[in-house]
């Protein structure tokens, strides 16, 4: 068994100056290369089956001198020795780092895994010792003194205080006698005491204790870390009650080993995280804490011990590691390892951490001196790539219709509006480029109450023109890039939104001259409320320029140039608009083009929309439309995000569609469509949306996306390229939460950007927004009370918290869930071509095998942080992706199935995947997702299109009740623990669903109308159902069967009999009465957490089926029942006994089925906890898992249940197991790909580990008593004979699989929980035959009966 990927709680982070990065994850040691660009290189396993929680590197001088002493042959400066510990194992591990670029880096383990008495809180090398020894601070508040050479204790001395320790920190000087142990007690206490000095007598066990030295008081909760700051004499301590407190403590430690200051004191409490802090870093003048709320603050010693940044990035769970490096004044790098298995890091100036400030304490006031109040505000300059915040300028248009300037600090009038323009206006502004120029100019437009629109450039107010947009009120104004130019979109009155083609040039005296050309306007649909709030132009090739937009009514709407009526009519037009442009030009700059009331034909100019997705953002609006690759989103103020896309679509269905377009719309011969694929809601509370913005990629994408985009240049055609940028991508959303304005990450859920502005009803602008992309930092600038008020001032070029150190800082590893998962569900396997035929041509056959036989495993969680992931695994690589993030569940993930097309993965659709996805878990909350994975060829990994199809609540209904809060809600919450696809019909799938109510409920699926219907329920069991499952059966002539089983708390057993419901076609809900059970299976004494069913058939003589039912209880028990089921044609009545008590056989018809009981075998003590999941690789292989943190593969044959061996994971409470075929490609052999299957096991719990560490049990046949035996012997920890393997980087390890034959069966195992991990089982058929036993390399730690260390340091205890 070897290792093949891992994503585990990141427990241990540590910098070798600032070169590497360690990271422990699980057992796994990676080392990560920081120049010139962060990224992993090496991965080694390292403590078996304990966590690593801490590496310790050795000094480089003291690495030099150890060459001679036979740790390592290996010559040269450039390696570090790593003390790795965790748990009671401590290893060395050597790190070599190549010569010649210093990116070549390898982890070599010197010597067995070293397993202590007690758990190690702490480790360090004596750094004046010539032999490796260590010092290794212990739980129980003692000390030991480790020889790494022989593995054995020197000296160990506890001291007088004898407590639990939940933290610990060693301070070494040369000698054993110079230790200081700061230990943080269980009694929220710290102490300093010396292990190796002190009074008394003995002999080297020190059976005399060391007295404590100093005690630190002030904390009300356990410790969990504790940092020293030599040079400044500061100690700090991060404990449970959520504070971080400082102490003066002096000097501790070095020659004679101090203990500080006889009086320490505490010299600063620091409170701001909201739950505990797990880690603290001191460095000159900051103090580092990172806790369980997710976020690492950085405190300011010098500022009072305010926080002058917090670093977030890590999903729910919290930050489980915190390191910072030496680096120097000017800048360090910041770590975080979270409980979502990602690695965060962070590059710090000390420039930028001076300077920055909390914006909810400061607002800058920019002081507008008009007499006359503000009105609108704006920013012009944004759109330049050139322009910083410190040279934008701010635009503000007041009721009087005066048009200000704010630049350099001061205030300028602009432009002086007519009376027209008094107590109303609307402005926007744009940055465009000079025709037959480089330079670029800013255009200011404003509107007001009768239809008049000025257009000037900022630069020049007195070159500007008039417009006319009807003779109403002009409502909204729209900059955008259109097909012919920069247009301006005047939204009047009527519903009509006025278009003009807007170009600056340059005169002969180099004065700037503006034309207007005028297009034919929108027409939006009738509503109350009729005007335009958001517009975006599409070009396609195909397609012609499309517009989509965005109205008040909350509709979406889509609009072609030169659709058929525009252009039969356009004629006329042109001539118009040719005598018009005449006076655009002339001196006065007035435009008397499209006058309304002298123009009767205007209704028969107007554009009609295509498609109309009539208020699908409610009734306050939609807020803004974007265009990102290939999709589009909007925002709205009904507090949601919708994806959605242009598709074309049959003319009947948008004929249908159309009903609420105006009555002559634009002829749609292309069947253009608008089709939202999801939704995405903001936080609760975060109704008002305003913007969505793209978040930027990570720089690990980035590098690799420019490394290959040779390949993808080469490749890509107009299709191909198409294909990959029609991707969902990460995006924020911009809106008001309360009387924040507020940036929110729907993903991790936090808020990435907060100004407290009092709300939303205000004229605002975010700087910088104009290419609708996230960069982590940000300026607000908003009107309020009458002043115009900024979040940073604008005349200083501030070191924005992103621009060096990212606001989520760059993912070196990305993160799953940080809570538990608790279901899986592998939806298939994608094939990738990372190189096109001219590339391959180039490679060796080797090579060339390699790409061909890529694939990638796409699986899909759901956890307890309500979030649905959808990922890819490559196991030869390790590399995991996420794909995709859905977030609509409102309570935990409780069960997940998919169901792909008819025929499988078969070879034509290797690089496409289509799966309906189901989901279910707390308030009653179904969820369905059409899943569209495909291959990038640009970032050469797979991509996940997510199409939300229906959701279903039960208690939907009573929440839109009114008063509810009046009404008692009789029924409580339920949950749905269980999901099953009973059958898929044309027109619906049938799902089957057990509910913590006692119901066990049918319900129907139509993708095509996006509904989802209960059929039918029942309260058969009367208690919490905790499985389903489903089974069917075919007859020999044809005649299929459907089969439901369902398991409860009770203990038993229900077979359902669903041939009638799903051959039904009335879908309706009344249709369908509710079957009663045809038999009741008693099996465990308590619930029944998993099932899992497979059926046999018996053969023409014997006739029916058999059928396998296994489950596993509470109880520990593990059952295997086997059912005969004989079909209506069968005239014989096999069988042990007969168990149809429930449905009488006088009831019964001649067409129905008849089950008898044909087996029934148990194991009481199948494991050591309560079993979680059972499957069935085939009708005689069964899999268990449970959270005694075992998988057991158990022998199914007709004499009963035999033990097969057991795994050990690493996963704590496993809480699912899936069990699938898949197809792997051995390339060993010919030169054509084979094909086989491989079983593959997934198990989940909290954590997702795709692989098990494996414990040889004998495997002969035993008896039911004995396999309880040898369970029992193999739940003790110390009895294990743990695996171990290298964590597969760049093809490593492909030398173990040459002697494989062609054509074996090969498993994977999955195990998910708070992490993922991927183990390779090769041959599964023969994994208890013929296994080269690996070697233990694990030595006890003894302490010897008489120390020489100790004689020759004559630092012995006397008698």
């Avoid at 993160?815 to 071509?833: A, K, N, P, Q």
């Avoid at 509470?1114 to 008590?1141: A, F, K, M």
Wanted: hydrophobic share 35%; net charge negative.
């Amino acid at each position: 068994m070897e290792a093949a990927a891992l994503v585990a709680p990141v427990t241990a982070v540590h910098f070798i100056k600032d070169l590497f990065l360690l990271t422990g994850e699980g057992p796994v040691l990676t080392v990560y290369s920081l120049e010139p660009r962060p990224k992993a290189s090496a991965s080694l396993s390292v403590l078996q089956h304990y966590r690593i929680h801490g590496v310790r590197p050795r000094r480089q001088d003291a690495v030099t001198a150890q060459k001679t002493h036979g740790l390592s042959s290996t010559k040269g400066p450039n390696l570090y020795d790593l003390a790795v510990f965790g748990g009671k194992a401590v290893r060395l591990v050597r790190l070599h780092v190549g010569l010649q670029d210093g990116n070549h880096l390898h982890l070599e383990v010197l010597g067995p895994l070293m397993e202590l008495q007690d758990w190690a809180l702490d480790v360090h090398w004596l750094s004046g010792d010539k032999h490796s020894l260590l010092c290794v601070a212990l739980a129980h508040n003692s000390a030991l003194l480790l020889d790494v050479n022989t593995g054995t204790a020197l000296v160990q001395r506890s001291c007088l205080e004898g407590c639990l320790l939940y933290s610990a920190l060693l301070l070494v000087h040369e000698s054993w006698a110079d230790v200081v142990l700061v230990g943080g007690t269980v009694f929220n206490q710290l102490v300093v005491w010396k292990p190796g000095g002190g009074d008394g007598g003995g002999d080297s066990h020190s059976k005399c204790k060391a007295p404590v030295e100093r005690r630190l008081l002030g904390h009300s909760g356990v410790i969990f870390n504790i940092s020293y700051l030599q040079e400044r004499g500061w100690l700090a301590s991060a404990s449970d009650d959520r504070s971080v407190r400082v102490w003066g403590v002096g000097v501790l430690g070095g020659p004679g080993g101090n203990c500080g200051d006889l009086n320490p004191t505490c010299l600063r409490v620091l409170y701001g995280h909201q739950a505990r802090v797990f880690s603290v870093r001191l460095s000159p003048g900051k103090v580092f804490s990172a806790g369980e709320d997710g976020a690492c603050l950085v405190w300011d010693w010098a500022g009072g011990g305010k926080v002058v940044r917090t670093l977030k990035g890590h999903r729910a769970g919290g930050v489980r590691s915190l390191a910072v490096s030496e680096g120097t004044e000017e800048e360090r790098w910041v770590a975080t390892g979270g409980a979502d298995g990602g690695v965060r890091l962070w590059r710090l100036q000390e420039t930028e951490e001076k300077t920055e400030e909390a914006v909810t304490d400061k607002l800058t006031d920019l002081k507008f001196p008009g007499h006359s109040l503000p009105k609108v505000v704006c920013v012009a300059g944004e759109e330049d790539e050139n322009e910083s915040w410190s040279q934008s300028k701010i635009l503000v248009c007041t009721d009087q219709g005066t048009v200000y300037q704010y630049s350099n600090g001061t205030w300028e009038t602009l432009w002086q509006g007519t009376p027209d323009f008094h107590s109303y206006c609307v402005m926007e502004t744009v940055c465009i480029n000079v025709k037959d120029s480089t330079t670029k100019v800013n255009l200011c437009a404003v509107g007001n109450l009768s239809g008049s629109i000025q257009v000037f450039p900022i630069s020049h107010p007195h070159a500007g023109i008039l417009l006319s947009g009807g003779s109403g009120k002009i409502h909204s104004l729209i900059w955008k890039e259109g097909g012919a130019g920069m247009c301006l979109l005047a939204s009047g009155a009527g519903g009509i939104v006025y278009r003009w083609c807007v170009e600056v040039r340059l005169n002969d005296d180099q004065s700037l001259a503006l034309n207007a050309n005028a297009l034919l306007p929108f027409l939006l649909p009738p509503c109350g409320k009729r005007w335009l709030l958001a517009a975006l132009c599409l070009h396609s090739r195909s397609q012609g320029v499309l517009w989509i937009c965005g109205d008040r009514r909350g509709s979406l709407l889509l609009y072609q140039e030169g659709g058929e009526v525009a252009r039969k009519k356009g004629d006329d037009a042109q001539a118009e608009e040719g005598e018009d442009e005449d006076n655009i030009r002339d001196g006065v700059g007035k435009s008397s083009i499209m006058e309304q009331g002298n123009n009767s034909e205007v209704h028969k100019l107007q554009l009609q929309p295509l498609s109309c997705l009539f208020g699908v953002h409610g009734k306050q609006g939609v807020t803004s439309v974007c265009e990102y690759r290939g999709l589009l989103y909007s925002s709205g103020r009904d507090g949601c995000v919708r994806v959605f896309r242009v598709q074309q679509t049959p003319r009947e269905k948008h004929e249908e569609n159309g009903k609420h377009i105006a009555e002559n719309p634009v002829e749609n011969h292309e069947g253009l469509q608008l089709e939202v694929l999801r939704v995405q809601r903001a936080c609760k509370g975060m109704e008002w949306l305003e913007k969505v913005l793209i978040l930027q990629p990570e720089i690990p994408e980035e590098e690799e996306a420019r490394e290959e985009g040779e390949n993808h240049s080469k490749t890509g055609g107009e299709d191909a390229q198409a294909e990959n940028e029609a991707r969902e991508a990460r995006f924020v959303i911009a809106g008001f939460h309360a009387v924040h304005f507020v940036v929110w990450d729907p993903v991790r859920q936090e808020r990435l950007f907060e100004v407290p502005c009092g709300g939303g009803h205000r004229s605002w602008v975010l700087w910088p927004s104009h290419k609708r992309v996230w960069p982590g930092y940000g300026a607000l600038v908003f009107i309020k009370h009458g002043a115009v008020l900024a979040s940073h001032p604008p005349g200083e070029e501030g070191n924005w918290a992103g621009r060096t150190g990212r606001t989520g800082g760059w993912g070196l590893r990305e993160g799953i869930h940080g809570r538990g998962v608790g279901c899986v569900c592998r939806l298939g396997m994608i094939e990738g071509s990372g190189c096109d035929i001219q590339t391959t041509a180039t490679m060796t056959a080797t090579d060339r095998k390699e790409v061909e036989r890529e694939h990638w495993e796409v699986l899909v969680t759901g956890g307890e942080d309500t979030s649905l992931t959808v990922l890819a695994v490559h196991p030869n690589s390790g590399n995991i992706k996420v794909l995709s993030v859905i977030t609509d569940h409102i309570s935990s993930v409780r069960t997940v199935t998919a169901m792909k097309h008819a025929g499988g993965e078969r070879a034509h659709q290797s690089q496409s995947l289509s799966t309906l996805l189901f989901s279910a878990g707390g308030r009653a909350q179904m969820q369905c997702y059409r899943l569209l994975i495909g291959w990038d060829q640009q970032r050469l990994i797979p991509s996940c299109q997510v199409i939300q199809v229906a959701s279903h609540r039960l208690d939907e209904q009573w929440e839109r009740k009114r008063n509810r809060h009046k009404t008692v809600k009789m029924d409580p919450e339920t949950r749905y623990m269980s999901i099953v696809v009973v059958d898929q019909r044309t027109d619906c799938v049938l799902l089957a669903l057990a509910c913590s109510d006692g119901a066990v409920r049918l319900f129907s699926v139509n993708e095509g109308k996006h509904r989802i219907d209960l059929l039918w329920e029942t309260f058969h069991h009367q208690r919490c159902v905790l499985s389903v499952a489903t089974c069917s059966l075919e007859d020999g002539k044809g005649n299929r069967y459907k089969l439901l089983f369902s398991a409860a708390t009770d203990g038993k057993i229900a077979v359902w009999d669903l041939t009638d419901a799903s051959s039904s076609k009335d879908t309706s809900i009344d249709a369908p009465t509710p079957p009663t059970p045809c038999l009741d299976i008693p099996a465990h004494q308590s619930g029944i957490s998993s099932l899992a069913v497979c059926a046999e058939e018996l053969g023409l003589e014997e006739g029916g089926c058999l059928v396998t039912v296994a489950s596993g209880g509470d109880d520990g028990q593990l059952t295997v029942s086997t059912i005969r089921v004989q079909y209506p044609e069968d005239g014989q009545t096999g069988g042990s006994r007969e168990l149809s008590q429930i449905s009488q056989p006088e009831f019964q018809t001649p067409n129905q089925l008849k089950f008898h009981l044909h087996g029934h075998s148990h194991i009481p003590l199948a494991h050591a906890a309560p079993i979680t999941a059972v499957k069935l690789l085939t009708p005689g292989l069964m899999v268990s898992t449970s959270s005694d943190q075992r998988v057991c593969l158990w022998r199914v044959s007709s004499t009963g249940i035999s033990h097969r061996e057991t795994l050990f994971s690493h996963v704590a409470d496993a809480a699912g197991l899936s069990v699938w075929e898949g197809q792997m490609t051995d390339s060993e052999e010919g030169d054509e790909n084979t094909i086989f299957k491989a079983e593959e096991i997934s198990v989940c719990g909290e954590g997702i580990e795709a692989g098990l560490e494996t414990e040889r049990k004998s495997t002969e046949p035993e008896e039911a008593g004995r396999f309880r035996n040898s369970d029992e012997r193999g739940g003790e920890t110390g009895n294990q004979t743990p695996t171990e393997g290298v964590v597969k980087r760049e093809g490593d390890g492909k030398d173990c699989c040459e002697s494989r034959k062609r054509r074996e069966k090969t498993g994977w195992v999955l195990v998910c929980g708070q992490g993922l991990q991927l183990l390779r089982v090769p041959n599964i058929d023969t994994w208890t035959e013929g296994r080269i036993k690996r070697e233990n390399h694990t030595i006890k730690v003894t302490l010897q009966e008489m120390s020489k260390y100790v004689e020759s340091e004559n630092k012995c205890c006397p008698e």
